[in-house]
């Protein structure tokens, strides 16, 4: 197999980086305050009105879309530079969706085999995430379309864009490739605000850096989150005391 080139170095730098997510994070929680009102304005469109898996989606939407529009702000506005830079790039794009399909159900099977060790030896109780509960929440096959949607469309693309495109190349410019994959994927698992899930998360992210630097381009790591994501949301349905 021909040997792929690692994504380009970046122009940007890793305050640029954390600025996007700073920015992002103080929107959404100005948003949460001040936008209760708009957001129940919005959900009134969608099938079944004010419940919290609409809620979820249209926070999910405004989530990726301004990860993509601040990124487009720094890539396309600041450094005027092609998304390349990004990770988006000319590659075997059908060769790379397979191996992210694979590679997201190992992908899958392994972290929820580090939860469980982890779980085992735990002295904490360790409850369902909020968005778990939320999914379960789900009656309608409305309802239980808008969970794949979120975390089979918007996460992959607004995360692997975001961590492995943008935050781990500007990473990796300065401390390396190892140093790089390993701050960028305790980031992402100290993000989900989880303590104890945080060791399977930041794993999951250093298999998705892995792929991101062996393939060459974000397709097959967003492919692999797509189905890890996807799996997990369907074991949520069917064995919710699992999660």
Partial sequence: MQKNLPPANPPWGIIDALSVLLIINILAFLLKIFGHNWLTFLVDFFPGGKTQINQL????FIQTFMFLFFMALFILGKYKVSLKYLGLVKTKIGHWLKVGIINGIILFFAVMLLGIII???SPMEIKPQPIAEIIMSARTKWEM???FIVASVFAPISEELYFRGFLYPALRRKIGV???ILVTSLIFGSLHFDIIRMIPLAFGGMWLNWLYER???????????SV???IMTLLIFWIPQAI
């Fill in 57 to 60: 989606l249209i926070s999910s």
């Fill in 119 to 121: 779980n085992w030896f």
């Fill in 145 to 147: 379309i808008i969970p």
């Fill in 178 to 180: 190892k140093w790089g």
């Fill in 215 to 225: 393939s060459g381009s974000l397709y097959a790591p967003i492919v692999a989150h």
């Fill in 228 to 230: 890890w994501n996807g």
